[in-house]
Every structure is written in C-alpha cells, then in structure tokens.
C-alpha cells in the first residue's frame, strides 16, 4: 500500500536528521526563521560555517508543522552540508522537492519555506561578520510574514505561468498571516500580468 | 501483525457482519424494484421492509423515509426544496414563497449545507450563520433573534461530526413551529448515538446516512414530515413517490436497513461501552499528555467523541504518526485538508489557530475495547513528545 507521501519524505519524517536539541550550546553562526504558527508551519534553522572556505559544516533545525514539512527541514539539513554559501542561498523549493522525490501540489508551500529559513540564516551569518553581499537580490520585501520579496513574485509569475492571486498564494502563501499586504501583492500581480 | 485501532468512526464505521450478511444476500436480488414481475416485486418487498424498519426507528411511517445516494444528498434536498420559488409550481407546495428567501443555520453545519447554502447565497437566498459558543452549542435565543418575516428555513444539525456537540434540537423546532417555519436537522452523526423520535420533536426535515452507523455507503436517508409535497432534487422518474428518481440502491437499501435493525436492539448497550471507554480516553490522555485541551460540550455532547488539541504541534504529523503505530484518527489542521485554513468547526469554537492545526478527534465504534485504549494511552505520549521535541514553538 503507497504510504500519503514519498518514501523519501516517510524516511525524514519518521526519523528526522539533525534536530536541534540544545540551542544554547549549539552556538551556531547564522540563524534563521521563517512562517507562523497561525498558518500551521514555524521553522527555525541554524548553520555553522567554516569562516575560512566559506563553507556550511553542520546544520540543525526544528519545525512546528505537518510530515512533509517536517521532511523538507530534515532533508535541506543533509542538503546543505559542505555547500559554500552562494551554493546554499541559490537553494530553490523546487530542488528540496526533488531530493523528496516530489510532494503534492498542496504542499509546496511547506518546503517553500525551508528554503528562505536556510537563507535567513546565511543573511544572519553575513551580518554577524558584518560581511556585505547582495543579499535578498536587493529587492523590497512584499510580505513580512512570510518574507517574499518583489524579485521572488515576479519570478514565479514567470516561470510557473501564474495568472490569479489565489494561485500566488498556493505557491508562497503570501498574506495568509497578517493579511496586510494583500493589496500591495495583487497590485504588483496586475503590474505583472498587465506587462 | 501489529494491532489496528480505528477512532475515525465519525468519518465512517467499519460494516457491522450482520450488515454484510444482509448485503451478500441482497445481491441475489436483482430485479429492478419498479417491474411489475416477481423479479421486481421481490426487490421492492425487501426496499419496502428496510423502510419499514427504519421509519418504527425514528417514530414515523415508511412513506415519510427517503432514501437518497447520501447525506449530503439529502441536504442539498432541502435546501433546493426551499429555494424553489415558482408561484404555481404543480410539484411542490410550499407556502411563503417568497422571493428575498431567509434561511438560518449555524456556522459550524457540515460542508454539504455551509457549501450548498453559499452557492444558494449567489442566486439571491440570505442566509444567517447563527456563531456558537466555546462549546460549540447554538443560543435557540439566536435563533429568535435571527428570524425575518422572509424567514422560510431553519437548519441546526443535531450533533456536530468534529466535537460531538448535541444542538439544543427540541428547542429549536419549537421556535420554528411557533414562527410557522421549516426546520431541519442534519442527524447523520446522531442517528444511532442518540434516541431521536422525529414526532416528538416536531422537526420538517431530518437526515441520515448510512455508513455512519455501521451500514453501506452511497445511501442516504430524508425524513419528511407527512403532507410536505416536496420538489425532487434529481428528476427523472417515478421513484420514491416522485421525490427522488433513479433506480432504487437495493443492496444500499438493504443494508441500511439491517443497520437500523441493529441499532434498536444493539444501540444503548454499544453507548454505555463506549462512553466508558472514551472517558477512560480522557482520563487517560489528562494523566499522560501535558499541555492538552478539549474542543466542544463535554458534558452534552456524542458518547463516542472526543477531540483533544495538542499544544505546540500539528495534527497532521500527529495523525501520520499514529497511523505508523495503526491508530486511525482525523484532525481539523489545515495541512489535511490542502487548505490554508483549518477547521471551521473548531475555528467557531473562539480557540486560537494553533488549537485548531494541533486537534485531533477520536471517533470510538462499537468494535473498540478496553485493550484499544490501553495501546492509545501507551501509543500517544511518544508520538505527542517525539514531535514537540522536534517543534520549533516548544519550550
């Protein structure tokens, strides 16, 4: 009998690598957050970075949310190790998806946010060690919340054909917080669609 | 083999052996109960009896039963009824047709009137969603307070599906009575669970289903109130005296009706079992889990219900996790649902959404023992911890 998801994303979900007991004494380099609990999804991602090859050693996480985003932490865990940090922050939703070996539409959300907590955490370690790099691809931040950005919209309007508010949403899960920037996304939607 | 534990009876129940017995033999009769031929007339005996059955059941007659393909079906019934507003329509007989329709229900019915109801709102029907309280119970004050003089339905399930809450049913379908109102109740998780005599209650409408209570899936059942002349939903033949065409489900029907026959003598015996196996449940889950609560009326409530909310973690991952260990349960998060938003029953409720994502609900049957909860009681607490050790929202 096939199991909801993956087997991929069983094996993670029910033995989970590198989870972070002890944050305190972890003394990580660069940390990250991402999501809501009113949503249902909250990750917290720390990282250790060798200062001389620029290159992430160890990575830990906790997640408050369902298997597969419980899965999508874990597996970005094991991803990341030994990655230098422009490799990492290029991480894309869809390449955690593909070491899951693929996940339900409905649950892309979830792994979208494994990917912006591990690059939290590589803006966190740049600005610890004051170093300056283009971070955020310089673009203003749409949704607070959930931390999606101009460039990231227009992106993904682009490459995944994206035509309604609605569909945006399933894809980032933008104003499902707070809800305050609903009018600034679907206005920049339009922008896009009108080009 | 590793044990099975089934508590998602709300949901569904597993088909009671009798049942299937009677289904099996049911498959001999193929006759298409409207022939005139033996064929025929042996299927529509059997259908006839298996209405027979379950009308002495709710205190009516057979020909105030409907069978339908669902519950869902059933409400949909109702509300089309309602909703039709020909001023000589030949087939119905509604009185009060008027235009700027009003229909009152509450805001935590099952999706097959909330949905239906929304549908109905776009074609020009009002409706008011009367909120509940922390228990999940409807103020019959609200109800009052809520009717209009284009006022022409009222529908309160009489126990809700997620926590188990028993509405104020009797109370209700006074008040319609006295306002000259219909009133129906969705009764798919009572039926069974609860004693219901659709006369003393005086409801219009009341609905059933029966996979619910250990019978087949794919039937449905509509009482209506003798001398309401109700306009079909499907149309299309002479079935069901014109209120619902389609060649009648005899081996649905069948069943169901065994179903029924079942409860009146096995009824109040599998409750008592099972009210004390959900209490030794909750006892044990208070004495066990820390950081738990409970959604809905505990003391008014189905004795085979019980929805806990697990602080600091998501239902899903719990449900997946006791799944591993073969405990079947449900929860209102919304990652089940492939929505953003989790339950709107337990949203109605005033808990945060985190109470919500967290619940589960534990629907017992009657094939549940002492033995089943024990493994859950031994079960839950590593499950519980094993994912709060792992939440980044756990102290």
Redesign the interface.
């Known amino acids: 009998m096939n199991w909801v998801y993956s087997d991929k994303v069983k094996e993670h979900f029910q033995n989970p690598k590198n989870i972070l007991d002890d944050e305190e004494n972890y003394k990580a380099d660069g940390r990250g957050e991402i999501g809501n609990v009113v949503c249902g999804d909250m990750m917290l991602l720390v990282i250790k970075v060798d200062k001389e090859k620029n290159i992430i050693t160890d990575c830990k996480w906790k997640t408050y949310g369902c298997a597969s985003a419980i899965a999508s932490t874990s597996v970005l865990s094991e991803m990341v190790k030994g990655m230098s940090l422009e490799q990492a922050y290029k991480i894309k939703p869809k390449d955690i998806m593909e070491e899951l070996d693929g996940l339900p539409s409905h649950k892309i959300h979830c792994s979208v946010l494994g990917d912006k907590a591990l690059r939290n955490a590589i803006d966190d370690y740049y600005q610890r060690n004051n170093i300056v790099k283009i971070k955020k691809e310089l673009s203003k931040v749409v949704c607070n919340c959930m931390n999606i950005t101009e460039n990231e919209i227009k992106n993904l309007i682009f490459e995944k054909g994206i035509k309604s508010f609605e569909e945006l949403q399933e894809y980032t899960k933008i104003s499902t917080s707070c809800g305050s920037c609903e009018d600034e996304a679907r206005d920049l939607l339009k922008k896009c669609l009108n080009k | 083999m590793k044990r099975t534990v089934y508590l998602d009876n709300n949901a569904t129940t597993p088909i009671h052996p009798e049942v299937k017995k009677a289904i099996v033999e049911a498959l001999a009769l193929y006759g298409n109960p409207s022939s005139m031929h033996q064929q025929g007339r042996m299927a529509n005996n059997a259908i006839e009896g298996a209405r027979e059955k379950i009308a002495s059941f709710i205190g009516t007659e057979p020909e105030n039963i409907i069978f339908t393909g669902s519950g869902s079906e059933a409400n949909n019934t109702v509300i089309n009824y309602i909703y039709c507003n020909v001023p000589d329509c030949n087939i119905c007989d509604r009185k009060n047709k008027h235009y700027n329709k009003h229909i009152i229900t509450s805001a935590i019915e099952h999706p097959s009137i909330l949905q239906t109801l929304k549908c109905y709102e776009r074609r020009g029907v009002k409706v008011t969603y009367l909120p509940v309280d922390k228990f999940g119970t409807v103020a019959p004050n609200d109800v009052k307070k809520a009717i209009k003089p284009t006022t022409c339905l009222i529908s309160i399930m009489f126990a809700n599906n997620e926590i188990g809450t028993i509405q104020p049913v009797k109370e209700i379908a006074e008040i319609a009575r006295h306002h000259n109102i219909y009133f129906h109740t969705d009764a798919v998780q009572a039926t069974g669970k609860i004693h219901i005599n659709v006369h003393d209650l005086n409801v219009d409408f009341m609905t059933m289903s029966g996979h619910k209570i250990y019978g087949p899936k794919g039937i449905g059942l509509l009482y209506v109130k003798k001398g309401i002349k109700l306009c079909p939903l499907i149309y299309g033949g002479h079935h069901e005296k014109n209120r619902r065409a389609g060649t009648e489900n005899t081996i649905g029907i069948i069943g169901v009706g065994k179903a029924f026959e079942l409860l009146s003598k096995e009824m109040d015996a599998n409750n008592k079992k099972i009210l004390a196996l959900k209490q030794k449940l909750k006892k044990g889950f208070l004495e066990k889990i820390p950081d738990i609560s409970f959604n809905g009326q505990q003391e008014n409530s189905l004795p085979n219900t019980l929805n806990v909310s697990f602080d600091?973690?998501?239902?899903?991952?719990i449900l997946?996790s006791a799944d591993?260990e073969g405990i079947a349960v449900s929860t209102g998060?919304?990652?089940?649902t492939?929505?953003?938003k989790?339950s709107h029953v337990i949203m109605a409720l005033g808990v945060?959404?985190?109470k919500a994502?967290g619940s589960i609900r534990f629907g017992l049957g009657r094939e549940n023992t002492e033995e089943d909860i024990d493994y859950v009681l031994d079960k839950f607490p590593p499950i519980v911890e094993k994912l709060r050790?792992?939440?980044?929202?756990?102290k």
Do not use: D
């Open positions: 600091y973690i998501e239902g899903e991952s997946l591993f998060s919304a990652c089940s492939g929505s953003l989790p945060s959404p985190e994502h050790k792992i939440s980044s929202v756990y």
